[in-house]
């Protein structure tokens, strides 16, 4: 069975700095991979997702995400954070064709102003 | 917009109590899922269902169950809580054969005394 690993559990930085989340999923082939955000007191939405096709993937509030096949990878970018960013970052990856999602353990991200 | 509701915020139950957790979806999903949400173990898949009537147990069913008679409702049944079910709770829905975005609702926190 496909599993996911985010490789950071907490991440600290101040405003403006660059932001990488790591984001690996077990086997190949065909794969649908997503981003969710949970902000402080709301629910789970979506970030970015890929499906094919370029496998550099943009998500809102100048987020984004790379699908490197190679290395079983979809890492979460973000080039200069704000405090606002502060939440916590779900990867995951649809397993076989009912459309069960597959979730890492997340990562959450505290931002100092 | 896609609304995915939980019909409580908070609930405080006794140990032994049955409990009940409905989620109402109204995009017309196929699919409906049930995690529960843990610090540091991320989503974990209870049941989700693809039709009507249809069930599949997730990765953690035991001490749930599930029933879904109407397309837009996905009730969690707990039998008999235990305070090892203190937990969030969170409903999603997704299209079964395209997209597979998942919309989440808000989250029960459940708590078992």
């Known amino acids: 069975a496909q599993s996911v690993s985010q490789h950071n559990h907490h991440v600290i930085l101040s405003e403006a700095a660059s932001l990488e989340l790591g984001c690996n999923y077990s086997?190949?082939?065909?794969?649908?991979l997503f981003w969710y955000v949970q902000y402080p007191g709301q629910h789970l939405q979506l970030l970015l997702k890929?499906?094919?096709?370029?496998?550099l993937v943009k998500g809102i509030k100048g987020f984004e995400a790379e699908f490197i096949k190679s290395k079983f990878s979809f890492n979460l970018r973000k080039p200069s954070v704000q405090w606002s960013d502060t939440a916590e970052y779900f990867c995951?990856?649809?397993?076989?064709?009912?459309?069960?999602?597959?979730f890492g353990q997340g990562t959450t991200l505290q931002v100092k102003p | 917009d896609v609304k995915v509701t939980q019909s409580s915020r908070y609930l405080v139950k006794r140990t032994g109590e049955k409990v009940f957790l409905e989620c109402v979806q109204d995009?017309?999903?196929?699919?409906m899922f049930w995690y529960r949400q843990d610090p540091g173990l991320g989503l974990r898949l209870i049941y989700f269902?693809?039709?009507?009537?249809?069930?599949e147990k997730g990765d953690i069913p035991e001490g749930y169950s599930v029933s879904r008679e109407k397309k837009e409702r996905f009730s969690l049944i707990l039998e008999s809580a235990s305070t090892n079910q203190t937990s969030m709770y969170l409903c999603?829905?997704?299209?079964?054969?395209?997209?597979?975005?998942?919309?989440f609702g808000p989250g029960t926190r459940l708590t078992v005394t």
């Open positions: 999603a829905s997704s299209f079964r054969h395209t997209s597979y975005e998942q919309y």
């Open positions: 086997y190949g082939g065909t794969v649908n």
């Open positions: 890929y499906f094919s096709g370029d496998p």
């Open positions: 995951a990856v649809k397993e076989g064709n009912t459309g069960k999602l597959i």
């Open positions: 995009m017309d999903h196929e699919n």
């Open positions: 269902s693809y039709d009507v009537k249809m069930k």
